[in-house]
Antibody, heavy 116, light 106 residues
Framework: QVHLQESGPGLVKPSETLSLTCTVSGDSISRYYWNWIRQPPGKGLEWIGY???????NYNPSLKSRVIISEDTSKNQFSLKLSSVTTADTAVYYC??????????WGQGTLVTVSS | EIVLTQSPATLSLSPGERATLSCRAS??????LAWYQQKPGQAPRLLIY???KRATGIPARFSGSGSGTDFTLAISSLEPEDFAVYFCQHRGNWFTFGPGTKVDIK
């Protein structure tokens, strides 16, 4: 069974960098697409980006200038860094696997609040 | 950029009724469309991918259809656990989601 678990600070100050890690068990991150998706409270889903094929990445154009997704294959983890955050970045952040066109396994999500 | 729109925004139905949800793409997405169900406080759950293929463990009462720009998710007979928000999603150069349809109890 594939399991994903997000971890990281739940509170980030404006203008700082949000950092989250997703730990994967039951599958190797060396295959498929591994994604970050977020959902502001009470709103819809926004895809942030993915990493695949041993380090290649693709990002949402609207966030591309502020996002870095990286991986640590030795720990079977991938990470998200979102810089220069504002209150608009407050959201539940999910990591998810996409073996094809759909996200079939998701983490439980972690709420990150941007506030001073 | 492909934009997905969903209708209606809210669908009020009773258990046992049939639900029909629509997702429209701003340009053709072939059959590269997925559907998700989300309940409060939970991550979304994949229901349908490639427009009509049910994901593992999804009951047969859920079905997807369509191609090009117009897609439908049907729930043949609503169970109490089906009242939730449903999102459509496309994968092109990147992933995009529709705004969602809330199915609530009439």
């Amino acid at each position: 069974q594939v399991h994903l678990q997000e971890s990281g600070p739940g509170l980030v100050k404006p203008s700082e960098t949000l950092s989250l890690t997703c730990t994967v068990s039951g599958d190797s991150i060396s295959r498929y697409y591994w994604n970050w998706i977020r959902q502001p409270p009470g709103k819809g889903l926004e895809w942030i980006g993915y990493i695949y094929d041993s380090g290649a990445t693709n990002y949402n154009p609207s966030l591309k200038s502020r996002v870095i997704i990286s991986e640590d294959t030795s720990k079977n983890q991938f990470s998200l860094k979102l810089s220069s955050v504002t209150t608009a970045d407050t959201a539940v952040y999910y990591c998810a696997r996409a073996p094809y066109g759909g996200f079939d396994y998701w983490g439980q999500g972690t709420l990150v609040t941007v506030s001073s | 950029e492909i934009v997905l729109t969903q209708s209606p925004a809210t669908l009020s139905l009773s258990p046992g009724e049939r639900a029909t949800l629509s997702c429209r793409a701003s340009q053709s997405v072939s059959r590269y469309l997925a559907w998700y169900q989300q309940k409060p406080g939970q991550a979304p759950r994949l229901l349908i991918y490639d427009a009509s293929k049910r994901a593992t463990g999804i009951p047969a009462r859920f079905s997807g259809s369509g191609s090009g720009t117009d897609f439908t998710l049907a729930i043949s007979s609503l169970e109490p656990e089906d009242f939730a928000v449903y999102f459509c999603q496309h994968r092109g150069n990147w992933f995009t989601f529709g705004p969602g349809t809330k199915v609530d109890i009439k």
